[in-house]
C-alpha cells in the first residue's frame, strides 16, 4: 500500500504541471485583454502600458509562467486583476459550495444507483429488470442541464416548494441550506446513478454467475445473505472506478448547475474570471479543480487496493 500512495504522488507533480502549462497558454490565446477590460477602451496607451507592468504583463510569456509556478509551488496562486485578492482567498468559499454540491449529488446517486443495480441484478431477466434498463437508459439521455432548468421550472417557480436562486450557508440556517441543494443535488445526481446502476447491475450479474457462488447456494446459504455478504463486496471493486470518475464528472457539471440556481461557487467564479480574462483566478481555479480530481482518483486506488489485493504494487 505504502508503494502505491508514493507512485501515485509521484505522478500527480507532472500532471499538475502539465495542467497549469495548457491552463497558461489557452488564457494567453484568448482576445480578452484584461487592462482593457479593468481601464475601459478610453484609457490612454501609456495607462495601458503602466497598468500592464504593475501587472506584471509586459514579462515575456515564458517569465510569467515560471514565475506563477514558482509562486504556486510555495502556495502562492497570485492575486485577482479585478479584486485585489489573493486567489487563494477568492476559490476557498467557492470551492467548499461546490465540492458540497458535488458530495450532495455523488450521495444521492450511490443512494439510487446502487440499490436500483443489486435490484435489477438479482431479478435478471424478469420484468423487474427490464424496467431498470428502461429507467437507467432514460436517466442516461437526460442532461443535468436541462433537468435543472425543469426542476427550477416546475418546484421552484410554479410549486414554490424550494428557493430557486441562491445559497444560504449552513450556519445561518441549516434548513434553509439543505432546501436550497435539493434542486441542484438531485439534478447533478440522475445521469451519476443512472451510470452506477448500469455498472453495478453488470458487475452483480457476472458474480451471482461465478463459481464460487454456486458453491455457496450449494452449500444451502440463503440469496440475500449471499448478496449481501459476499457478491456486493466483490462487484463492488469495478464500481469504485466508475464513481471517481463521475465525481470528477460532477465537480465539472456542477460549474454549470451553480450558474442556474446563481451559487456563488466555483462556477460563477470561474465564468467570470473566464469573460473579465482575470487570468490568475483563471489558472488557480483550474489547477484546484485538477487537483480535487487527482485527489479523487487517488482515493478510488486506495480503495480498490483495499478490495483487491491482487492490485497492490509488489
Known sequence: MKQLLI?????????????????????RLTATDPVVQILGPGASEQDR????QRLGLDRSLPHQFLGWVTDAAQGDLGVSYYTALPVSQALA?????????AVAGMTLALLIGIPVGIWGAVRHGSWADRLVS???????????????LLLSLV?????????VVGYT????SPLQWARGLVLPAFALSVHTAAVIARQVRSAMIEVLRSSYVHALRARGLPQRLIVSRYAIRNAMVPVLSVMAIQMSVLVGASIAVERIFAIPALGTLLIDSVVRGDFPILQGAVVVIATIVLAVNLLADIGYALLNPKVRPQ
Request: without cysteine.
Open 7 to 27: 507512485s501515485r504522488l509521484l505522478s500527480v507533480l507532472p500532471i499538475l504541471l502539465a495542467v497549469s502549462l495548457f491552463t497558461f497558454a489557452l488564457t
Open 49 to 52: 502600458i503602466e497598468y500592464a
Open 93 to 101: 468559499s467557492g470551492i467548499s459550495i461546490t465540492l458540497t454540491l
Open 134 to 148: 428502461m429507467v437507467v437508459a432514460l436517466g442516461l439521455a437526460v442532461p443535468s442541464i436541462w433537468l435543472a
Open 155 to 163: 418546484f421552484a417557480v410554479k410549486l414554490q416548494w424550494v428557493q
Open 169 to 172: 450557508p449552513f450556519s445561518d
